[in-house]
């Protein structure tokens, strides 16, 4: 059956709005009622987090049945039986919910858990919950329920004669949970899931049953609308936080890694020629009057519009630590989560979604902890041009030979994760620490890359072999660094100044205590949003990102003279003795990544030599001097030779000191 995408409007309803100028988002009415599908056989699908396995006492003891079929996100196969099947409904070409019905598993695993019991899945039986028309619990051959599988990630694929879960959640239940006993680890996802399954009856709504005048991506004319184009703006709705593995962890005084990973909900803007809130916040309400839909194709398959590639968002995540002197620092960040399909629920209308891969008006979307802990969805940092939301597929650690196919990652299940040495996260009661954790989008288009981000504040604590961010609060859009001083309530002596130019937006600010006796702590933090001077190669699909390097030293003026304590700086590593060097000279005092800090005015010295201030990224600068603060600015200086060679921000400095 062919997805049909209309080019012209066919009811008078469509007319009417062509009018009023909102034509391409009309639902046509003449929609028949919904008839069910159903499917059976076919394959299911597990990939294990063998890391959070071991520390919960859990192995794998035997499988049996298991196909040779492979996927590149390696989950081990096993076959479902052709009998009973899944009800479930399709709108717009998408799944909506299941109605009910079951699939028998051939085989399946014998696990085994610390007490020396053991827990027989061969031949269980997913079923759909009782209680979530899209939740499949997975029940052993004695009636248990043992995992239960959310988030699922699905189309209709292969001419619709396939359903296929692409990724979900193989979640912990209560019952697990107090068998391994750790209630904590109640929800938790244990594995990944996938499957498909052939499609034995065909129902309705395998076509999109709205029509467009014209596709509403961004930059696209509004009908009737004169001036007015259609603009990308996306909101962070939700985010929620597991533990993924703990390398080697004992507590606050241990040398081990933490792992995290977010389950984040992104929201499309609601606004249709009025402006509409769409998250509950101060920056919930977008600016863009036309909601554009967002392009969300699965990497390598093939050249889409509107950019004739296979455009997609990103994610990326951060954990920050607020000390009780005032400063703050980015403790641990992951790596690039390419987002490869969206399920568009609570969509309020739309203009059909290219079976998913396209998020549309008012839709949100929802990429679990699971999914974004897929060592084969996961890349570098170094491949985005974040300002531009453009990937270099082209040599990426995916298609290092740049011959448009896929290539095995490399990575391990703790490359691109968001590692944390456990040492970062001691603290105790009372003494005055906190912790952030941040997660955000990247959207090609986006108009404002700050609602498409949130923060809210956790605990970490330790328990058994593993930490985990408890008590998640305070949720805001926004990032980390607006949290710690606020932009439009800084308080005293304390600022926030913003750089935003078209090469990407980057962030300082100061906060200054006075330490009594004549004595002020100055403490700095610099967050790279999306800044990047990014050389490349070639052009889209083929695009090379050779570099994409960020900022290379940071310098403040200081009197002549004038005594420095504690100077240091944070770069958020896993080995906090990793510092920029420092230099005191020409009334500047200047942190760099090279092995000597440049001259502003004049040429970059020797390359850098340490980590650079590359986007998604925050660095920490402190020191003590009897120099009270006053307004001033510092300098941030791009790592890549252009113009202009460095930028300068309004902001707090020592008083005394000569200002350029």
Request: charged letters at 15%; hydrophobic letters at 35%.
């Amino acid at each position: 059956m062919k997805r049909l995408f209309l080019s012209v409007c066919i009811t008078m309803a469509c007319i009417s709005a062509a009018n009023a100028g909102i034509a391409d988002r009309v639902a046509n009415t003449n929609v028949p009622a919904a008839q069910s599908w159903s499917a059976w056989g076919g394959s299911m699908g597990v990939r294990w987090n063998y890391d959070l396995m071991a520390n919960l006492g859990v192995r794998v003891e035997s499988r049996s049945g298991q196909t040779r079929e492979t996927d590149f996100r390696g989950h081990e196969w096993f076959g479902l039986r052709e009998a009973g099947g899944l009800v479930f409904s399709v709108h717009d070409a998408s799944l909506q919910k299941f109605n009910g019905g079951s699939l028998t598993v051939n085989g399946g695993y014998v696990l085994a858990l610390a007490d020396g019991s053991r827990i027989d899945l061969r031949n269980a039986t997913l079923r759909v919950n009782a209680n979530n028309p899209l939740v499949l619990d997975l029940v052993s051959t004695d009636g248990k329920v043992w995992f239960f599988t959310d988030r699922l990630m699905f189309e209709l694929t292969n001419g619709n004669r396939t359903l296929s879960v692409h990724t979900a959640d193989l979640r912990i239940t209560r019952e697990l949970a107090q068998r391994l006993h750790a209630p904590e680890a109640e929800g938790w996802g244990l594995g990944d899931f996938a499957m498909n399954t052939d499609v034995t009856i065909e129902g309705s709504g395998a076509e999109p049953n709205r029509v467009c005048s014209t596709y509403p991506w961004p930059g696209a004319a509004v009908p009737g609308v004169p001036g007015a184009t259609y603009q990308a703006d996306l909101f962070m709705q939700n985010i929620s936080i597991q533990s993924v593995g703990c390398q080697s962890c004992s507590g606050a005084t241990g040398n081990g890694i933490a792992g995290f990973a977010p389950s984040s909900t992104l929201r499309n803007n609601v606004n249709d020629g009025t402006a509409q809130q769409t998250i509950s916040d101060p920056l919930g309400t977008s600016a863009a009057l036309y909601t554009a839909d967002v392009a969300w194709f699965t990497k390598f398959s093939g050249n889409n519009p509107p950019y004739n590639n296979d455009q997609h968002p990103f994610l990326i995540w951060n954990l920050y630590r607020v000390d009780a002197n005032g400063g703050i620092t980015q403790v641990g960040r992951s790596g690039v989560k390419h987002a490869f399909v969206s399920t568009n629920t609570g969509c309020t209308s739309t203009c059909g979604t290219f079976g998913g891969h396209a998020l549309g008006l008012g839709c949100s979307d929802t990429y679990s902890s699971g999914n974004n802990d897929s060592p084969s969805d996961m890349g570098p940092r170094s491949e985005i041009i974040p300002a531009t939301g453009q990937w270099g597929r082209c040599g990426s650690i995916f298609d290092t030979n740049c011959d448009g196919s896929q290539n095995n990652s490399g990575n391990t299940s703790w490359t691109q994760r968001m590692k944390v040495p456990e040492k970062r996260l001691a603290h105790s009661s009372g003494d005055g620490v906190s912790f952030l954790f941040e997660s955000w989008y990247i959207v090609r288009d986006d108009i404002n890359i700050y609602n498409s981000m949130a923060t809210e504040s956790v605990n970490p604590q330790f328990s058994g072999s593993q930490w985990a961010l408890t008590g998640a609060s305070n949720y805001r859009l926004g990032g980390a660094i607006d949290r710690w001083v606020d932009p439009s309530n800084p308080g005293p002596n304390a600022r926030t100044s913003e750089l935003k130019v078209p090469e990407g937006h980057a962030k300082l600010a100061v906060k200054v205590t006075d330490l009594g006796g004549g004595r002020w702590r100055y403490n700095y933090a610099v967050m790279n949003f999306d800044f990047a001077r990014a050389e490349t190669q070639g052009a889209e699909p083929n695009l090379r990102v050779l570099s994409n390097k960020g900022f290379d030293a940071f310098s403040v003026p200081v009197p002549a003279n004038v005594r420095l304590q504690g100077t240091t700086s944070d770069l958020g590593e896993s080995d906090p003795s990793l510092r920029w060097s420092q230099t005191v000279a020409n009334g500047q005092l200047t942190w760099s990544a090279s092995a000597s800090a440049p001259v502003f005015g004049g040429p970059s010295t020797t390359p850098a030599t340490l980590p650079t201030l590359d986007w998604g990224t925050l660095y920490s600068f402190s020191f003590i001097t009897t120099s009270a603060p006053v307004e001033g600015s510092a300098t941030l200086h791009v790592a890549q030779a252009g113009t202009p060679a460095s930028y300068e921000l309004a902001t707090l400095v020592p008083g005394g000191a000569s200002q350029r």
